[in-house]
């Protein structure tokens, strides 16, 4: 069965989401989202996790959760199959709660402000789905960890961890004034139409500085299987590409840009479209794009015709 590839090691970091089955509400009422807490601290006891952020809404749930072990997926199994059960006896209900496997993004925790952005994003949630009005305090929004944020270090769950996110904002102590200074800054975001860094909290596989991207993406390659699938699997069938064309590229007239200068049917070219897809999972238009072979068709009939008398690239 196709299955995304879950990336774990010690420290890393994800934005976790997930939402009802056919978006229907996870939590019917107040005491669901009690439940739900009460079991994302079982979760934390149980694996270590130190969470920088939550926050909950009717047909899903946010997860900005930092993993000292390496166990995302033992612990998202057991905190998702847990609560679901736990929802299905109070409301006699069978089945699926739900919609398949959660998502998570990595998230660079290098302290350049990845880690910040993340957790904005999660608090905004209730601004975003206008279920608060102008006028109103995002502190006012209690399934969140937002207003947790701003109360005293006492009071809050042990397995809540403000400090990063505060130092990423430039905020060096947890004091009253530097929560203060924090909700003042949060409530000056919360008019921003669409704050950098967003789109690629929503639709990216990981997020941060372009040498976490690469060294996530070496990982990946000794782990990807044929079963795998996802935006990160075709960049790391493109880091591979691009590797392979590297060390034909320094050699002798292939320098520079001489692979626009070719002709489409050059043999060169040919032999490594032919490497290309041998060696990879990329498809015909992206390997006829990079090389310049022209359409996809013309360049399948390339591969097609060279496959029958293959020829090796010349360096």
């Known amino acids: 069965?196709?299955?995304?590839?879950?990336?774990?090691?010690?420290?890393?970091?994800?934005?976790?989401?997930?939402?009802?089955?056919?978006?229907?509400?996870?939590?019917?009422?107040?005491?669901?989202?009690?439940?739900?807490?009460?079991?994302?601290?079982?979760?934390?006891r149980k694996t270590a996790w130190q969470v920088h952020a939550w926050c909950l809404m009717s047909n899903h749930f946010h997860l900005v959760v930092e993993t000292p072990q390496p166990n995302l997926v033992a612990g998202m199994k057991w905190l998702l199959g847990t609560y679901t059960g736990r929802f299905n006896r109070r409301h006699r209900k069978f089945g699926h709660l739900f919609a398949g496997r959660y998502k998570s993004l990595v998230v660079d925790g290098s302290g350049n402000g990845y880690l910040r952005t993340v957790a904005e994003y999660v608090h905004l949630n209730p601004v975003r789905a206008k279920l608060l009005r102008a006028e109103q305090a995002l502190r006012?929004?209690?399934?969140?960890?937002?207003?947790?944020?701003?109360?005293?270090?006492?009071?809050?769950?042990?397995?809540?961890?403000?400090?990063?996110?505060?130092?990423?904002?430039?905020?060096?102590?947890?004091?009253?004034?530097?929560?203060?200074?924090f909700e003042r800054l949060t409530e000056m975001r919360r008019g921003e139409p669409q704050p950098e860094g967003y789109r690629e909290v929503r639709r990216g596989w990981c997020w941060g500085e372009e040498r976490f991207r690469k060294g996530l993406l070496a990982q990946m390659r000794e782990r990807m299987g044929p079963n795998h699938y996802g935006e990160e699997r075709r960049e790391?069938?493109?880091?591979?590409?691009?590797?392979?064309?590297?060390?034909?590229?320094?050699?002798?007239?292939?320098?520079?840009?001489?692979?626009?200068?070719?002709?489409?049917?050059?043999?060169?070219?040919?032999?490594?479209?032919?490497?290309?897809?041998?060696?990879?999972?990329?498809?015909?238009?992206?390997?006829?794009?990079?090389?310049?072979l022209g359409t996809r068709q013309y360049a399948t009939k390339l591969l097609y015709g060279a496959r029958r008398q293959p020829k090796a690239v010349k360096r």
């Open 1 to 44: 069965m196709a299955r995304k590839l879950r990336i774990e090691y010690p420290g890393a970091i994800y934005h976790v989401m997930n939402r009802g089955d056919h978006q229907e509400p996870i939590f019917a009422d107040d005491a669901d989202r009690e439940t739900f807490l009460r079991t994302l601290a079982e979760a934390c």
């Open 140 to 181: 006012r929004y209690r399934w969140s960890s937002y207003p947790v944020y701003l109360l005293p270090p006492r009071r809050r769950p042990a397995w809540l961890r403000v400090d990063r996110v505060l130092g990423e904002l430039g905020i060096p102590r947890d004091t009253g004034s530097g929560r203060r200074h």
């Open 236 to 292: 790391s069938a493109e880091e591979r590409a691009e590797a392979i064309i590297a060390a034909v590229l320094p050699g002798g007239r292939w320098r520079g840009k001489v692979l626009d200068r070719l002709p489409k049917s050059d043999p060169r070219k040919v032999a490594l479209a032919l490497r290309l897809r041998a060696e990879t999972t990329l498809s015909v238009a992206w390997i006829a794009a990079r090389l310049g």
